[in-house]
């Protein structure tokens, strides 16, 4: 019954997830061990004796043969899932991973120029080769006059980029490597939460960076970067033209005279530059901060049109910066554990093979990398820091601002109350005046009418600017002028 699981029928097209051999074939492990897990997802019978490649699918890749045994098409079996059920046909982005319309931008692999040099293979002692297509980059001949291909079954510490991959070159790309289809899956559908994924023949690092073209209306979105390290070699994959391979291929070509190129040495290198691209833009967060925080109380009038836009605009540059740089502590976190878990599983080995307990090369080289690696953490941790320190000045800057503002509807809301207090208290006075100037204009006897002079003229106007007076006194006095 319990074979009876893992039996799948010959004449199926289906995969599945946990690639156990079909029935008849030669596995000798039993069937109740922990290797059968979605981790381990191949059968090492059916390998060739080469640790990252598969070489009977890189050769016939490159010939382009149509026939495959069906010896070959059983290994293949076990070597892939259907990834057809992964990647579509088409080169239409699939958008079903993306739960959010208002996440990370997908990039459609379509809007990509297919005629630049999408490929890049790079070696410390052989330098760059580059090409448009996966599979002429395989055939390009290095200056020792070998292929790629065999540079890639002879060497080790080679390191191969990718831009924008299409279904079809991804699917060659994961056959030949033997990429898991979770891994693929997640290039391909761009998955943008950042981790550190251990498989059997390699580890799945995602690490976010950003849009540096600063002309862009996409200038700070996040761009994933993603890096698969093997034990001979590294590839990468980005779907957005990033500086960092170049820099870390110029500090390599600087520094490798002076140090041990290795697998793990490049991908410490590719997350310590995209660490250190943040740093010139928190510097420039950094001084636009300390301008507002300085300028919010001072400036007065027409200078503090801007002044909300700009704390605003700062704000969201500080929004961005910490959803980019929160998750990278918990990645570096987990290479660290990795790296020290394997150098212990290295000294242990060595410890049950009765061999002398010395510091093997490989265990120095994981003890150094853990050293970078932990300095990346302190560099990511200082600037989460400092960015958290920004976004509460700016918090504090926003509410003096509204404070500003609001004092000055205050004082103009004063200043208007004074005014019609002014005017209500002058139109108190001349309602009066008035009302005496309207009784003596009516066809009423006028005191002094039948005198011939103006006496009594003078002295009712006399009366009035009296009264005036006295008023204005009074209103003087209690604050109403």
Known sequence: MEDDIYQVPSTSDAYVLNMEPEIGTSDKRPRNSTQADVCYPYDPQLLDQHSSIELYILKAYIQKETEVSEQEQNTERHLTAKLDDLLESNEKVSISRRYSHYGDIIKN??????????????????????????????????????????????????????????????????????????????????????????????????????????HSQDYLEAVSFYIIVFKDGVLTFRFQDLPHPHNVRCRIHQLKDFIKVTPEWINYALIDNITDSFAPLIKHTELEVDSIDDLVLVLNGSEQNDMLSRIGSCRKTVMQLLRLLGPKADVVKSLMKRYEDKAKEIQYANILQNEIVTEHDDVKVYHEVTLYLGDIQDHILTMLQNVNHYDLILGRAHRNYLGQISIELSQAGNTTNGVINRLTFFATIVVPLNLVGGLFGMNVRVPGGEKQDLVWFFWIVMGMLLYVIVMVAIGKRTGFL
């Not at 510490?157 to 991804?170: F, G, K, Q």
């Not at 033997?178 to 559908?189: G, M, V």
């Not at 498989?199 to 690490?207: A, K, P, R, T, V």
Request: aromatic content about 12%.
């Open 109 to 214: 692999q379509s809007q990509i120029n297919q005629s630049i040099e999408r490929y890049t293979f790079y070696s410390a002692d052989l330098g760059s080769l580059k090409n448009r297509s996966f599979k002429e980059l395989l055939k390009m001949k290095s200056e020792q006059d070998k292929s790629v291909s065999d540079l890639l079954v002879d060497t080790t510490n080679w390191w191969i980029d990718v831009l924008a991959p299409t279904n079809e070159e991804m699917r060659a790309i994961s056959k030949i490597f033997r990429i898991h289809p979770l891994t693929t899956e997640d290039i391909q559908a761009q998955e943008s939460r950042e981790k550190c994924e251990i498989f059997q023949n390699y580890m799945f690092i995602s690490f976010r960076s950003f849009n540096h073209d600063y």
